[in-house]
Nanobody
Framework: EVQLADSGGGLVQPGGSLRLSCAAS????????MSWVRQAPGKGLEWVTS?????????SYADPVKGRFTISRDNAKNTLYLQMSSLKPEDAAVYYC??????????????WGQGTQVTVSS
């Protein structure tokens, strides 16, 4: 079955960097667009960034992370990455990787990882 395993979270000081990883299995990874979504304490889910399938040449970022976060993928390793730089306290959240699914004319995030905690504090 489809499985997504998030990892790489931890404690970082403001201004620091961290790289998250998401190991995918159970499907042809290169054929699917992927996304990162986060949830801060006491708040709802917030879409962060997405990357297209195949060569990964298409990207989208939420305004709060533009210029600081970079999404990438290694299709040979079935792995999705999120490189986070210049981290701010407001970036602290549980980060989830997710896979896009397609049904008729609809596009949605059909599969999610378990989440990895990112804490930004001095």
């Amino acid at each position: 079955e489809v499985q997504l395993a998030d990892s790489g979270g931890g404690l970082v000081q403001p201004g620091g960097s961290l790289r998250l990883s998401c190991a995918a299995s159970g499907f042809t990874f290169s054929m699917y667009a992927m996304s990162w979504v986060r949830q801060a304490p006491g708040k709802g889910l917030e879409w962060v960034t997405s990357i297209g399938s195949g060569g990964g040449g298409s990207f989208s970022y939420a305004d709060p992370v533009k210029g600081r976060f970079t999404i990438s993928r290694d299709n040979a390793k079935n792995t999705l990455y999120l490189q986070m730089s210049s981290l701010k306290p407001e970036d602290a959240a549980v980060y989830y990787c997710a896979r896009y699914s397609y049904y008729s004319g609809s596009v949605y995030l059909g599969y999610w990882g378990q989440g990895t905690q990112v804490t930004v504090s001095s």
